[in-house]
């Protein structure tokens, strides 16, 4: 069984920062794209970061130079770094995992800035 938990959202000031991390099991991490996503309220679920098993990164150009995302596939986690926040950036954040042409999500966690 497939699972993706992510942990570390909460409430934050803007600009400030918060990390996200997202432990996965059931797949074969090393191999698998992983990526971050974010839906707000009335809206689409979007990307907002991405890596590949090789480790290329892709950000959408909201978050460029302001979140990181990183990989332990020794750990089989990744994490997503977000400084200088943004109340935009209030979102429910999901983990998300491509192994094998299959797509996973996790349950989301909540991202809240605000002052």
């Known amino acids: 069984q497939v699972q993706l938990v992510e942990s570390g959202g909460g409430l934050v000031q803007p600009g400030g920062s918060l990390s996200l991390s997202c432990a996965a099991s059931?797949?074969?991490?090393?191999?698998?794209?992983m990526g971050w996503y974010h839906q707000a309220p009335g809206k689409q679920r979007e990307l907002v970061a991405a890596i590949t098993r090789t480790g290329t990164t892709n950000y959408a150009d909201a978050v460029k130079g302001r979140f990181t995302i990183s990989r332990d596939n020794a750990k089989n986690t990744v994490w997503l770094q977000m400084n200088s926040l943004k109340p935009e950036d209030t979102a429910v954040y999901y983990c998300?995992?491509?192994?094998?042409?299959?797509?996973?999500w996790g349950q989301g966690t909540q991202v809240t800035v605000s002052s």
């Open positions: 998300h995992a491509n192994s094998f042409g299959a797509d996973y």
């Open positions: 059931g797949i074969t991490f090393m191999i698998s794209n």
